[in-house]
């Protein structure tokens, strides 16, 4: 899954409600000018656990997953892809580049997760049996006891999606205003976790299959739907709304057979959550 699956698409359709928590600027806050989004440990805690709430409901348990007929466990809070070894599938892998960025950042991996040369199990249903067993057992608690890592693996790999999207952009001009606006939106912990929300909700929008008669859908459409803002909340606030637009436009393109319309008031509710705190 992207990017989170962290960064390719697909996460299940959850209605949201917005935390009513006062939120407060990433530790600093970036601007187009920097390298970088930079979080403080606090932040990518409270980030990851968002994501872990929405990706695994928050459980211990879910943070290892074999979803029935895929062919691949998916772990930790973003529900990293770690194919067996010989079976790749049609999206990016996550778990290994997971584990090397852990490693990277003096993370200490299991041992057996460092040296596997893929996925331990097999199959599903091989997964399923072990489910209490002592690897198993280890895993989660690897995962449990990592938050704000995987955070910031998931962050990492949100930002190398800007590139991507500004390539799909052939305008100079509009190339810029996609870079300002996303880091316009980074500038809180809640705008960062909108970002990374969304592309994992609706992909990036560099595909030409992420279009319906010509008009997309993804986060480079939503970042260029956005309006002139001076950063932090008023940013998040019009990202929330054009983030609406983009879908409410989706709906409206999208073949009659497909019964999108189904999906408005999920999508609003989710869209409506970017504007509040973690």
Known sequence: MHLLRCCLLVTTLLLF????????????????????IT??????????RKIWKNECAGTV?????????????SLGIGH????????????KE?????????????VAVPRWVAEAKGSP???R????SSKNSAQMKEMRSFLANTVPTQTGFIVQRLEQALPLMQQATPDPGDKQRLKENFYKVAETRTGVYALIDYVNFKGEGVQAEEKYKGEGWGLRDVLLEMGRTSGGQESANEYSEAAKRVL?????NSPPERGESRWNAGWMNRCESYKHGI
């Open 94 to 106: 996550s778990f290994p580049p997971l584990v090397k960025y852990m490693q990277a950042n003096g």
């Open 248 to 252: 409410q436009r989706r709906i409206r």
């Open 61 to 73: 348990e879910g943070l290892t997953t074999w979803n029935v007929g895929e062919d691949f466990p």
């Open 39 to 48: 979080l403080s440990e606090a932040d990518k805690d409270a980030i990851g």
């Open 125 to 128: 249903s091989e997964f399923e």
């Open 121 to 123: 199990w097999k199959s």
């Open 17 to 36: 409600t917005g935390c009513v928590s006062v939120d407060t600027p990433a530790d600093p806050g970036p601007t187009p000018a920097t390298s970088g």
């Open 80 to 91: 990293f892809i770690w194919y067996v070894e010989g079976r790749p599938g049609p999206f």
